[in-house]
Structures are given as C-alpha cells and as structure tokens.
C-alpha cells in the first residue's frame, strides 16, 4: 500500500505503542499521515515524526475531531473575543467512563494503553487550545493512579498553570461513570458544555452561559460529523505549508505536555 503512487496520505488508528514505528514507515515513504490520539506513547516518538515530517514536508496531525466541531469553535470565539467572559481564571474538563467489555489495547501496557494516553489527552488538548498556550503549562499538582488487576494506569487528576495564570483542572479515568464535559470561570461569567469530545450520532450540542448573576443562556447547534470537518482540514493542510506547520506544533505541545504529566 505505501509503495502505491495512488496513495497520497494515511489515517493511522492502531494502537497508540505501534504509531511511532507505523507512523515512521509512513512518512519515509512519503505519505501524510493523520494519526489517531494519543500521537505516540512518548515524547521521543512524537517528536522523531514531527521532525521528520518537517524534513520531507508532510503533513503529521493528531485526530482531535472535537477541535473541528461548530460547539468547540463557538467556545473559542467566545474566549477569544473576550467581550463575553472577560479574563478566564480556570478550565474545569472531565473525561470518563465505565470499563468496556472490550478495552482491547486500552489495557496493554505494551500497546500504549492506559487513561492518561487514551483519556486524559483530550481534556489537555482542550486546556491547551483554550488557553491559546504556546508552551506546555507548569504541572502545579498531578496523580496518576493504577488499579489492582491492571497493568497500565486507570485514573488522574492534574492543575496546570499557564503563562497568564488560567489554571486548567483536569481529572480522567476508566471504570466510572461516564463524563464528558468542560466549565469555563471567567471575570464576567461562565460557560458549560457537556459531550464535547465524543458525541452520538444525530446528538444536538450546546453552550451555556452565564452572566454575572449566574443568568443562563443557551446556544444550540445542529448534529455535525466533526470527522468530515476534521478530515477536510487535512485535505487543505497538504496544499498549505503554513498549516502544516500549525499542526506539528499543536502536536509538538500536546507531547510535551503529556510527558510533563507523566514526570510530575
């Protein structure tokens, strides 16, 4: 498949201790490759294909699909606009849920499993994007937790501080309920979104905010199939350089923030 000259990019969903090897293969042979989260299981492997990316000028980019949905894009205009929130004081986001039947590689320590690699990826992506971060947060507090049975990490929690001192509290795990949500603090009022990494098909999302007095408002938005948005991104970043550039520094972040987890 790699040799075939009919084959100008690859979407990677393996299992997230294979990508490095895979996603390398992929881009000598001169591929893009759009790689399933988490992008590696280290920091190393990330950035040996971001590097090499650069060097033959492809595309790498992680599969954050909620990044690209109108519900995602509403709240970063908001936050970047300012006028509606004012300064942001913190980012609250929870990504959980209950054991699979089937976790397949979610618990293999050799195929990259583990909630801090298959979870709390998203709620750090999303601090990450939210607070515009340029450079991976200070990890004030973290603690990853294992499991009696398990051989990879089960749950988390973490506070990140960022240059202008928005703190990002942050908690994942497997064998709970299911949770999938964010709250914004700010100096004029707050904003609440549920479902905003995974979403069920046809599933209407919303915004709430609130002023001051804690008045609430909602904005809805219509069922959107993210992964089209997403994959139609791609398509324009192998036509763009600078974008592609843009997508190896979110990536490079996201790494280098995880692996800062990993050590605090």
């Not at 949905?69 to 959980?96: N, W």
């Not at 979610?106 to 709390?120: E, I, K, Q, T, Y």
Request: glycine letters at 8%; one cysteine or more.
């Amino acid at each position: 498949m790699l040799a075939s000259g009919d084959v100008d990019a690859v979407y990677l969903a393996t299992p997230i201790g294979l990508h490095a090897a895979q996603g390398k293969t992929v881009l000598l042979a001169g591929k893009h490759l759009w790689c399933e989260k988490s992008l590696t299981a280290d920091l190393a492997g990330a950035s040996e294909l971001i590097e090499l990316s650069r060097r033959r000028d492809l595309c790498v980019c992680e599969a954050f699909m909620y990044a690209y949905h109108p519900q995602f894009e509403r709240m970063l205009a908001i936050v970047a606009g300012q006028r509606t929130l004012g300064r942001i004081f913190s980012i609250t986001s929870r990504f959980s849920m209950p054991q699979l039947e089937q976790p397949g590689f979610r618990h293999s320590a050799g195929l990259g499993g583990g909630a801090l690699l298959d979870l709390a990826c998203y709620p750090v992506s999303l601090a990450l994007r939210l607070a515009s971060a340029v450079e991976a947060p200070r990890v004030r507090l973290c603690s990853i937790s294992d499991a009696a049975g398990f051989e990879v990490d089960m749950s988390g929690y973490a506070a990140l501080e960022f240059a202008d001192l928005t703190v990002a509290y942050l908690e994942w795990g497997f064998g709970r309920a299911y949770m999938n949500e964010v709250t914004i603090s700010a100096e004029n009022g707050s904003l609440h979104a549920n479902y905003v990494f995974s979403k069920r098909e046809g599933l209407e999302s919303s915004i709430e905010i609130r002023d001051t007095r804690g008045t609430p408002r909602t904005e809805l938005f219509p069922a959107t199939d993210a992964f089209v948005n997403m994959l139609q991104a791609f398509a324009r970043a192998t036509e763009d350089a600078t974008l592609r550039e843009n997508l190896r520094r979110e990536a490079a972040l996201q790494a280098t923030s995880l692996a800062a987890l990993r050590k605090g």
